[in-house]
């Protein structure tokens, strides 16, 4: 009987041990600032040195500058002859770094001409021929041959007063005349050449004597 009751009130010892255990702790306080209000709170030097440093603010990337050209270029011309071209060519080749030509198709003035259009038949022609002939016009000439086939021609003049003055008289005599200036389109060549920037490159060295040539800027090739 002894025994059973010592177990029972260790069991109830045991018991009350363990619930103060578990729910008789008070929560820990929480601690007091580490320093007074308005107060700045001291770090050590440690502390300090193991901080990461801040990012330094990235400076806005300025405008990219434009390089200057290494090349200037220039073209030499204009060559009638596909010939001239090849041989200031190989004048010059040797002393620039690139070169290169060009052909173009350019309109030439031949004059300005008068003349009475194309009858339709050769007869009519000749018969208008005559009529200039009464009137005392004799420098004419009738085409017998070409695009131009049965017109009377009255002559080329360098000068357009000159045609225009020609015209007015015929027709003032009757005759319908006409004023055309003459065209003809012709081959003309270019050389394109690239130097060094800034160097001043004097073609003329090279190629003396061709005072009918002109050089002038021109865009990188």
């Not at 050209?69 to 001239?84: I, K, R, Y």
């Not at 041959?145 to 015929?170: H, V």
């Amino acid at each position: 009987m002894f025994l059973r009751l010592l177990f029972l009130l260790l069991l109830a010892l045991n018991l009350g041990a363990a619930a103060w255990l578990l729910f008789g702790r008070l929560p820990a306080p929480p601690l007091p600032p580490a320093s007074d209000p308005g107060v700045t709170e001291l770090r050590l030097l440690t502390e300090v040195h193991a901080a990461p440093a801040s990012t330094p603010p990235v400076a806005p990337a300025s405008a990219t500058s434009t390089p200057p050209p290494a090349e200037t270029c220039a073209t030499l011309g204009a060559f009638t002859t596909s010939v001239d071209m090849h041989a200031a060519m190989q004048a010059l080749t040797p002393h620039v770094a690139r070169i290169q030509y060009r052909e173009e198709q350019v309109s030439h003035s031949h004059g300005f001409w008068v003349y009475l259009p194309a009858t339709t038949t050769r007869e009519a022609a000749l018969d208008e021929a005559h009529k200039l002939a009464a009137k005392g016009i004799n420098d004419y000439y009738v085409v017998t041959a070409g695009d131009s086939q049965n017109t009377i021609s009255l002559g080329l003049f360098d000068s357009e007063s000159n045609a225009q003055n020609r015209m007015a008289k015929l027709q003032q005599q009757g005759f319908a005349a006409k004023v055309r200036q003459r065209v003809d389109t012709e081959p003309a060549y270019w050389v394109d050449y690239a130097v060094p920037a800034g160097e001043a490159f004097k073609w003329q060295a090279w190629m003396p004597g061709r005072n009918d040539l002109a050089a002038k800027p021109i865009d990188c090739f």
